[in-house]
C-alpha cells in the first residue's frame, strides 16, 4: 500500500522557524508517521525553513504570492495528497473538493486553545502574549494547542484535537511559547498520521461529518 504524501507549509521567518515541520520529517525516518515528505513550501525564499530542507534533502517551494491559483499549482506541481499548515502565516485560498487542495485535506496546528485565541492577526506570540495577559488577570488556568480542518476562514474548521495544557509559575509570553511548542512538538506527528492515514477525517463541508477512531478523545489534558 503507497505511503500518503505531504506537503507541509510553513512560513517560519528569515532568520529561523520551521522546527515543526522537521519534527514530522523525523517522525517519518521514525516510523511514528506513515508518509512520504514531498517537499515543505515556505513564504521566504532564503529564511529558516529553505535552511531545514537543504540540510535534511528535502524539495523546497517558494511561495511568492498567495491567490487560489498558486495553492493550487503547487499543491499539483507536489504530488501531495495532504498538507499540514505548521506554522503557516498565509491565508489559505482556493479550496476546492473537486481538486486534491481542499478542506479535507489541508489541517493546521494552532498555538492556543481555539475558538477563543483565534482569528484574524492571532498566530504564534500574539497568541501567547494574549494567553498570558488573561493568566495573569486570572481569567483562566491553561493554555493549549489545537489540531483542524481549515477552511477560508482564519482558524475556522472542526477541531480534531485539542491539548490543554494547565499553566503554573509562567512568568512572561516567551516561557509561555516554549512551553506550548513543546507540547506540539510531542503531539503533532501522531496527530498527523491519523488524519494522512485516514483515521480522521471529514466531507469537507458539514463539521458534523467528523470521523475520529472509536476510543479517542477530542480533547485532552496534557
Avoid at 529553505?50 to 498567495?66: C, K, Q, V
Avoid at 491565508?91 to 498555538?111: A, E, M, Q, R, Y
Avoid at 483562566?140 to 509559575?169: A, N, R, W
Wanted: with cysteine.
Amino acid at each position: 500500500m503507497r505511503k500518503p504524501k505531504i506537503l507541509p507549509f510553513a512560513s517560519g521567518t528569515k532568520d529561523g522557524g520551521g522546527s515543526g515541520f522537521e519534527v514530522l520529517f523525523h517522525a517519518i525516518e521514525a516510523g511514528k508517521l506513515n508518509a512520504e515528505m514531498v517537499g515543505v513550501v515556505s513564504n521566504h525564499a532564503h529564511g529558516g525553513v529553505r535552511e531545514r530542507a537543504d540540510r535534511l534533502g528535502i524539495p523546497f517551494y517558494f511561495m511568492a504570492s498567495f491567490e487560489a491559483e498558486d495553492y493550487q499549482k503547487i499543491a499539483l506541481e507536489s504530488g501531495a495528497n495532504f498538507f499540514p499548515l505548521s506554522g503557516w502565516l498565509k491565508k489559505i485560498k482556493g479550496l476546492d473538493l473537486n481538486t486534491i487542495f481542499n478542506s479535507k485535506t489541508v489541517f493546521n496546528i494552532h498555538p492556543g486553545l481555539l475558538p477563543t485565541f483565534g482569528g484574524f492577526g492571532m498566530y504564534g506570540h500574539h497568541v501567547h502574549e494574549a494567553v498570558f495577559t488573561a493568566y495573569q488577570a486570572g481569567k483562566l488556568s491553561c493554555s493549549g494547542i489545537t489540531m483542524h480542518f481549515v477552511d477560508e476562514e482564519f482558524d475556522h474548521g472542526p477541531t480534531f484535537f485539542q491539548l490543554k495544557i494547565f499553566l503554573s509559575g509562567i512568568k512572561n509570553p516567551e516561557q509561555l511559547g516554549s512551553l506550548v511548542n513543546s507540547y506540539e512538538h510531542r503531539y503533532q506527528a501522531n496527530i498527523t498520521d491519523l488524519v494522512v492515514n485516514g483515521q480522521i477525517s471529514w466531507d469537507g463541508k458539514n463539521p458534523n461529518s467528523l470521523i475520529v477512531p472509536a476510543d479517542y478523545q477530542i480533547s485532552q489534558w496534557a
